[in-house]
Each structure stands twice: as structure tokens, then as C-alpha cells.
């Protein structure tokens, strides 16, 4: 096996950074003097590196730093100025393309196809919303006075996103292109565990020609270094793309300071088959829906419903199916399924079957040969007891959980019977059973015949323990602008009164 130390440090060579994470604050590379934190790769379980967590008061620095490089981006580039080194940003990310990919597939253990993919959606991503720095304009609105009356959309100042591990850059990228298009700063915390790639994104974008400190990134913790990032008083919005759980505690501390909350958070999405459905591609669809990145994606289909009628008949097509993925080390082209990105989601994986087992769970494993790498083989759960935790709390792995249901009413039922509200998808050829389903489905995202495809162009987001507000599309741009309401009087006689036009 190629030497994975040696490997990843000279990817983080060829990308100009530190082996051992550094926070990029203010344009320069600090380090802070915090708890250690290992990189292990999972899959060769050898630790890659340590470094520090940074803290609350580099934490504190980058908040400032963010503050005077927005007025900055704000004051000396024009509006087509700052497109302009959205641009770039996204022409280096395409140069570094390979190594970016490389460097990710090491720290956190998936796949290198999907890496490569998912480095090339960032640099679509700026390109996306570079488009947009110039068209980012307010309204004149006819109210009933002599005032001319017109809006113009302001950025709100620093946004502080923290994002988790399972899609690190491809996240990264996600929340940093459209937050600097409206004319933010950011300060970025990524997972602990997966920081390199957007601590090489944040380089890229002042190496771009953005001023030094528009993106800052934290290599630390979510309590020392996070919190500090929510209380500073240059902070105007917290973007927290992560669990549940911890998506109740970052939203209380930024309630507690008063600052809007955008929470992405995770899902348990129904995949719906109905009998009529192409089975072959609905199979194929599954498959893809919770095996692809090992599970470790938000929006996986990891609830399959399957209408009665066909439900043997197609579990044993998905099971039979999983056992031709090609599981295994995430630097080999040909492997579909990696490893769990971290020991922590490998114990609870791990957990979860034994006790879906427990709760009378059928369990169809797929086959892996790797024995010390964290590789969980893509897992079926049958006959699983609907209320069970299993079959109502995020696995966040290759494990899906089949329900059955008898018609269209009973499908509806099951699918809006968990807490969550992120994504869903129907398989049928009846067009206007499909349409229902769209509408009846609780979800932010809902597919047709299809899983998983999202596109920075679209809005995406969820509800209840999903989280709130949405993170890509134009939605976002309302999220990353507010509003400001402008008066001018024209009239040579003001017909205002104690703020108050007269009615005719
Ligand atoms: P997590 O909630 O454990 O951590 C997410 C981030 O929060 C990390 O950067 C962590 O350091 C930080 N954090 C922890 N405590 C904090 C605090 N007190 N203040 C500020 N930041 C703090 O999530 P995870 O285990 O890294 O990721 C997996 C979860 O992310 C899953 O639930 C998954 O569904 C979810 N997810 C959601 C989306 C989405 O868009 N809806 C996308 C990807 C992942």
C-alpha cells in the first residue's frame, strides 16, 4: 500500500500548507496552543498528523480580521471586481484539482471518485455565484406619498459557518462561494477532523486577488474555538451545516446573542418504490441513494419503502446488487464504497446494527475483505419494527432500513412518520401518482424516478429536525443580503405628517 504519510504530506507540499493544520487568519498561517487532534486515515489507520485547536482567541482574530477585510471587498472592488476573483478562485481550484482531491480522499477516507467530483463542483459553485455579484440590486416601490421610495440589498457583514466532515471542500464551497458574492466576510470552521481542503480553499481565494482576511478557516474545536467565533461581536449570522444535536446547541448560543441561524442539519429521507416502478433502475437508484459515500451523506435514502406486493422481490435484488459493489481503499479508482470517515461514526455505525439486530432486525451484510480499515459493508436492515431507533434516528452509513407499505395513503404516512425533513424520492410510471407523492412528501429536496442529484443552482435546505433556511440557488442570497428601505422626499410640499401620508 503507498505510504499514506509520506503521500499526504506532499499533497499538503504541493499545496503550499503545513502538515499540520494551521488556521489562515488575516492572510497568514497561526497556530494555536489547544488540545491535540489526530488525523487518522481510516482506512490505513495510520495517523497522518496532530496538530493544536486553535482556540478562542485566534477564533476571536479571524472574526476581526473578516470585519475589516469585508469593508474592503465592500469599498475598493466593484460589484463585477469582486466576480471577477470569484472567477479565479474557481481557475485555481480547477489547476489543483487532483491534488485537492488527493489530499481529501486521504483525510477523510472517500472514495477518490467522489472527491474528484466533488472538487470540480466547487470550482462550478464560484462560478456560479460570481454571476451574481453584479445583479444584486433592490427595487423602487410606489409608495402612496411624494417620496421616492427604493430598497438596495446589503451583506450583512462576517458569517460564520462551521461545517461537518463527510463532504469537506464540496461543503466548504457550498457556503463560502455565495456568502462572499453578497459582499461577506467569512470565518469558516471546519470539521477538526477534515480541515485541510478549506483551509486551501481560503488560501486560493486570496491568492485570487481577495483581500487578506475575507476568508478566515479555524483548525479547532466546536466549544473553544466555535463559540468564541458565535459571541464576537462582528458576527451577523451563524450558517451551521452539521448533526442534529449539535445543531440545538450552536442554535441556543447564537439565539442567546441575538444572531440569525441557518441550520442544515440531517435527515432519515424516505425512497419510495411503488410495484409499477422500473425496478431495475429503482434498484440500481437505492443503491446509489444510501451506499454511494458509504452512507455518509445527509441526504441519503437510508429509509427504502417498498410497496408489499414487491418488497421480497426487491430486497433480494438490492441485496444481491450490493454484493458487486466494489468496497475498499478510497485511493483506488475502482472502489465505490470507502471507509467510515472517523472512529467516533464507525462506533456508531457499528452500534446501530447490533442493536437493530437486537430489536428483531433482519441483517443482509455485503462483503469486505479490508479487516483493520473502519469499513462498514453496505447493510440492509429488513423487518425492522417501524417506531425503532434504527428506523427513525440518521445511521450516517451504509445501512438502509426497508419498510413496507400497501398503497399511496400508507407510503405518505410512513414517509412523514420520522422527525426529519430533508430529501425523498418516489419510483413509479404513473406520472400523476409521482406528483403527489412530491407534494405530500415532507422534504426540502424531492426526486422523481432518480436519488441524490443536487446542483449549486437550486435551492436546498430542510425542516424541522432537518434545520431551517436554505444554502444554495438564488434562496440563498436572501440569506447572505438584508434589505435596506430608502426615503426621499420630492415633493415641495411634504404631505407627511408624524410619518404618516393623509388618506385622499
Ligand atoms: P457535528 O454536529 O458533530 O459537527 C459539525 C460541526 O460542528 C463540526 O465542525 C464541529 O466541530 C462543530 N461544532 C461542534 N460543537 C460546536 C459548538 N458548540 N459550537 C460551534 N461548532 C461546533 O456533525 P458531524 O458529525 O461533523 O457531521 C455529520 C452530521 O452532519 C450528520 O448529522 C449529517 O446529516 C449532517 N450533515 C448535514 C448536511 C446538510 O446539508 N443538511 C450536510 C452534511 C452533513
Avoid at 146 to 171: C, D, K, S
Avoid at 360 to 385: N, Q
Avoid at 402 to 421: M, Q, Y
Avoid at 479 to 485: A, F, G, Q, V, W
Amino acid at each position: 500500500m503507498l505510504d499514506r504519510i509520506a503521500h499526504y504530506k506532499s499533497l499538503c507540499a504541493e499545496l503550499s500548507l503545513s502538515d499540520t493544520p494551521q488556521s489562515y487568519v488575516g492572510g497568514a498561517f497561526v497556530t494555536g496552543g489547544g488540545a491535540k487532534i489526530a488525523l487518522e486515515d481510516p482506512f490505513s489507520r495510520v495517523i497522518l498528523t496532530e496538530y493544536p485547536d486553535c482556540g478562542a482567541e485566534i477564533a476571536k482574530q479571524a472574526c476581526a480580521a473578516s470585519d475589516a477585510a469585508q469593508k474592503v471587498w465592500m469599498a475598493d472592488f466593484t460589484a463585477a471586481g469582486r466576480g471577477i476573483v470569484m472567477q479565479k478562485i474557481a481557475n485555481i481550484v480547477d489547476e489543483r484539482h487532483e491534488t485537492l482531491a488527493q489530499v481529501e480522499a486521504v483525510v477523510s477516507g472517500k472514495p477518490i471518485r467522489d472527491c474528484r467530483v466533488e472538487v470540480a463542483k466547487v470550482s462550478e459553485m464560484f462560478r456560479y455565484y460570481a454571476g451574481y455579484t453584479d445583479k444584486l440590486h433592490g427595487q423602487v416601490i410606489p409608495v402612496p406619498s411624494g417620496h421616492l421610495n427604493y430598497t438596495v440589498r446589503e451583506p450583512l457583514g462576517v458569517i460564520f459557518q462551521i461545517t461537518p466532515w463527510n463532504a469537506p471542500m464540496f461543503t466548504a464551497g457550498w457556503q463560502v462561494a455565495p456568502a462572499i458574492a453578497c459582499g461577506n466576510g467569512v470565518v469558516l470552521k471546519p470539521s477538526e477532523l477534515t480541515p485541510v481542503t478549506s483551509i486551501a480553499l481560503a488560501a486560493i481565494c486570496e491568492e485570487a486577488g481577495a483581500p487578506k482576511g475575507l476568508v478566515n478557516v479555524l483548525a479547532g474545536l466546536g466549544p473553544t474555538a466555535g463559540e468564541a467565533a458565535i459571541a464576537h461581536d462582528a458576527t451577523r449570522k451563524v450558517v451551521f451545516v452539521g448533526s442534529p444535536a449539535t445543531g440545538r446547541v450552536v442554535a441556543t448560543s447564537a439565539g442567546k446573542a441575538l444572531k440569525p441561524v441557518v441550520l442544515e442539519l440531517g435527515g432519515k429521507s424516505a425512497n419510495i418504490v411503488f410495484e409499477d416502478a422500473d425496478l431495475e433502475a429503482a434498484c440500481k437508484g437505492a443503491q446509489a441513494a444510501i451506499f454511494a459515500t458509504a452512507g455518509q451523506s445527509c441526504v441519503a435514502g437510508s429509509r427504502l419503502l417498498v410497496q408489499a406486493s414487491i418488497k421480497d422481490q426487491f430486497v433480494k435484488m438490492v441485496a444481491d446488487g450490493m454484493q458487486q459493489l466494489k468496497v475498499g481503499d478510497p485511493l483506488d479508482k475502482a472502489t465505490e464504497i470507502g471507509p467510515i470517515s472517523n472512529r467516533r461514526q464507525f462506533d456508531h455505525v457499528t452500534a446501530m446494527i447490533g442493536q437493530a439486530a437486537k430489536d428483531g432486525a433482519s441483517v443482509l451484510t455485503g462483503t469486505s475483505h479490508e479487516a483493520d480499515a473502519l469499513i462498514v459493508p453496505p447493510t440492509i436492515l429488513a423487518d425492522l419494527p417501524p417506531g425503532s431507533d434504527a428506523a427513525q434516528t440518521e445511521i450516517f452509513g451504509p445501512v438502509v432500513t426497508v419498510l413496507s407499505f400497501e398503497d399511496e395513503a400508507d407510503a405518505i404516512r410512513i414517509a412523514n412518520s420520522t422527525d426529519f425533513g430533508l430529501a425523498g424520492a418516489v419510483w413509479t410510471k404513473n406520472v400523476s401518482l409521482a406528483h403527489r407523492m412530491a407534494a405530500n412528501v415532507r422534504a426540502g429536496t424531492f426526486w422523481v424516478n432518480g436519488y441524490k442529484a443536487i446542483h449549486v443552482s437550486t435551492p436546498f435546505g430542510g425542516s424541522r429536525s432537518s434545520g431551517f433556511g436554505r444554502s444554495s440557488g438564488m434562496d440563498v442570497l436572501m440569506e447572505y443580503t438584508e434589505p435596506k428601505s430608502i426615503w426621499v422626499e420630492t415633493a415641495q410640499v411634504p404631505r407627511v405628517a408624524f410619518g404618516y401620508a393623509p388618506s385622499e
